[in-house]
């Protein structure tokens, strides 16, 4: 079975442009969660979605937003790109809520 | 507040058990305990997970007091792909919210 997918694995961007990651979960996995993490703040939760449904946001600006689709890939889109934004995002997936999650290897997303 | 707290390193040397500590002292009594380590540039990967009773796995032992307070990660011979970072953390309500704290970056020497 194939683990988490993410695309891309790197990503430059310059300030105040938008980026949209993609991430595709282990298959008939249903809970989708991201991540972002940082050198100085280490890992720290952004949102979670679960059937379709955000079930959880972390304490992010609204610049940070996702959704999850029908077949429960996810997506999750930063606007008007900080440098603060410079980080590995990473996508996670479980089959259900309360499971333990199997992580991506990430995108790396790089604020110039 | 946190959530977990963990020495920021250790060493040991390849072929010993590492022991690694945590401290949660604020856990409910619903919330598990989960380990998951991270290796340079990669996702965190699942180790052992834990209520209230020891628990072991392939890859490693959890040991949690009987007040739950604390646990013991134990990696029984430490092999040098097992030099990565190690969290110890626990769901933040329900749903697959975790606070990962700082965590333990462990180097085993050859």
């Known amino acids: 079975k194939a683990g988490v997918t993410q695309t891309p694995r790197y990503l430059i961007k310059t300030r105040g442009q938008q980026v949209t990651l993609s991430c595709s979960p282990i298959?008939?996995?249903?809970?989708v969660s991201w991540y972002q993490q940082t050198p100085g703040q280490g890992l720290q939760f952004l949102f979670e979605?679960?059937?379709?449904?955000?079930?959880n946001k972390g304490n992010f600006p609204g610049r940070f937003s996702g959704r999850q689709f029908s077949n429960s890939r996810s997506e999750m889109n930063v606007s008007t790109l900080e440098l603060g934004d410079s980080a590995l995002y990473l996508c996670?997936?479980?089959?259900?809520?309360?499971?333990?999650?199997?992580f991506g290897s990430g995108t790396q997303l790089s604020v110039l | 507040d946190a959530k977990t707290t963990q020495p920021p390193s250790m060493d040991c040397a390849e072929g010993r058990a590492a022991n690694l500590p945590c401290n949660h002292s604020?856990?409910?009594?619903?919330?598990?305990v989960y380990w998951y380590r991270q290796i340079h540039s990669q996702g965190p990967q699942y180790i052992i997970h834990g209520l209230k009773n020891n628990e072991t796995n392939e890859m490693a032992s959890l040991i949690i007091t009987e007040d739950r307070k604390s646990s013991t990660l134990i990696l029984p011979h430490a092999t040098l792909r097992d030099t990565a970072v190690y969290y110890c953390i626990v769901r933040v309500g329900t749903g697959n919210q975790f606070y990962f704290g700082t965590g333990t970056s462990l180097t085993v020497i050859p």
């Open positions: 604020t856990i409910s009594g619903n919330e598990y």
């Open positions: 996670a997936s479980s089959h259900l809520l309360n499971e333990k999650l199997f």
């Open positions: 298959s008939g996995h249903r809970s």
């Open positions: 979605y679960f059937s379709e449904t955000q079930r």
